[in-house]
């Protein structure tokens, strides 16, 4: 790998095919989520407000899924937090997952740029409570008394994605951009390596195929995240 200075700030983005090995679904494989539901009907805006219960539904199986003690962080995910404590520049971890692996392996430079399954929000007061248990159409907000509506705490499609002014910042002044996991077919997310370039950054794509923007990383390395990640973060480290 193309030398990096060790106090070169480093940005981490991190998709799907990261927590696969937990047991967790992708969205774009064959056997992904939206192979079997419709984003029209569970992932937008629209589909809450015609049919919350179904939306609610939907995302209380992930939420008691991923709280199944089955599942667990798995090599990659302790190996990024290692990289956080390490790493003399410093770690910026940008997820566009909602399961909380990344928090569960150690890292705590962390954004959550699609929301976190384990929390609910107010659409009326904007509080985030944590959220374990189901959400039904009827619950309501602690914090705004007993009219606030509850919402799963997730970005949809043709919202905005959190934290993107400090995300493009940090991209700015990165010396190492490194994709995980990820297909590269969702925006903003899949600009950033664009962006990281434009600033001068190295970028690296870490997946188990190419994904949709591979041509455009300067070094890449294939395989399951579970090998391709560790021995990254160890070449990284050992430099
Ligand atoms: N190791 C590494 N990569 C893997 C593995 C694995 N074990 N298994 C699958 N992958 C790769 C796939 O090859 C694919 O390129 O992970 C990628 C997952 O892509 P998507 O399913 O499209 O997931 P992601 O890129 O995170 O989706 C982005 O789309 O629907 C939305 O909001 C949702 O945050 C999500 C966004």
Known sequence: MTAIERDAPVVILTGAGISKESGLHTFRDADGIWATV????????????????????????????????????????????RLERDWPGGVLLVT?????????????????????????RCVDCGAEPAWRVDLA????????????????HVVWFGEMPLFMVEIYAALKRCGLFVSIGTS??????AGFVAEARAAGARTVE?????????????????????EIVPAFVERLLRR
């Open 38 to 81: 419709r984003i029209e009907d569970v992932a937008t805006p629209a589909a809450f407000a015609r049919d919350p219960a179904r939306v609610q539904a939907f995302y209380n199986t992930r939420r008691s899924g991923l709280l199944d003690p089955a599942i667990r962080p798995n090599a990659a995910h302790v190996a990024l937090a």
């Open 96 to 120: 566009q997952n909602i399961d909380d692996l990344h928090e569960r392996a150690g890292s705590r430079n962390l954004r959550h740029m699609h929301g976190e399954l384990l929390k609910a």
């Open 137 to 152: 159409p009827d619950s309501r907000c602690a914090d705004c008394g007993s009219t606030g509506t509850l919402r799963p």
């Open 184 to 189: 590269g077919n969702v925006y903003p997310a």
């Open 206 to 226: 870490l997946n188990l195929e190419p994904s949709q923007g591979a041509t455009l990383f300067e070094e890449s390395d294939y395989g399951p995240a579970t």
